[in-house]
């Protein structure tokens, strides 16, 4: 049985962004003992609770449930108790959730854990959903892992082909303002920090580089653990997840995102200055470099 009488609130949630380490930032959760995450990535209740979002969320909910429960079977460490892994797969298999549902997801969290969890969708979430989170409770900390706006749109871009959901051709899609509207809102960066800076508490939004996943990943998570106030060191840092293929980007297309990125690099400016001029130095030479290449 869940235990209902533990019911808590999240202490945290890691709100994104979407293609910008989320999933390496869910491992470093669920293997440092000082963290308690639920056993699936994304609940999405925050947006399932919104009429408008209800029958999405709620359908990738369900669809997360029979491979999260093989995973935790088959792959599942010796020493690693999946019995409330299990138990708790059960609960996300419930079709209709409240906020009492969403409080016993985190049920299993021992009084030492800060409990949370990882879901790049509500990093884009309208104002209301925001006030809900933040409700649910008032000293939430909030992480958003920020990537280069281009980086980040073209990886998105590239993991829609791949799954089949981009038909058009990417150079057509990129001119097709309508089709783009969602690959830009999840790199919506001034609006979203914004939006989440307004309603958190002072102190209590996380900026953290992508970049550092790379460069740094046991610092990165140690930083980011240690603003939630987590105890202990983190773990499974150097794990590499959702490791995608290559596609090339063209001169024209990375210009082409560039101008549709460059109000995120002038909010961002404020921010991480160096990262951005790195990043806009790295474009610009990919461009030049691709044109003497062609000429």
Known sequence: M??????RAPDFLCVGAQKAGTTWMFVVMRESSGVFVPPVKESNY???AR???RAWARKYRLWQVDPM?????RDRLVTRDIAPALELMDLFDQREVDDEWYRRLFSYARPDQVAGEVCPSYMCMPVENIEHAVALNPDLRVVLLVRDPVDRLWSQIRMNTRDGKIQQPIDELLGDERAMHIFCEYSDYARSIERWQSALKPGHLGLFLYDRIRTEPESLAGDILAFLGARGAPHGWGIRTNVGQAMRMTPDQRS???GLMEPQYAYLRSVFP???EGWLGRHERAIRADSLRSA
């Open 46 to 48: 925050l947006l399932e």
């Open 69 to 73: 429960r093989q995973y935790y079977r």
């Open 51 to 53: 009429e408008r979002d």
């Open 256 to 258: 082409r995102m560039l």
């Open 274 to 276: 160096e990262a951005v």
């Open 2 to 7: 869940l235990k209902a009488e533990t019911q």
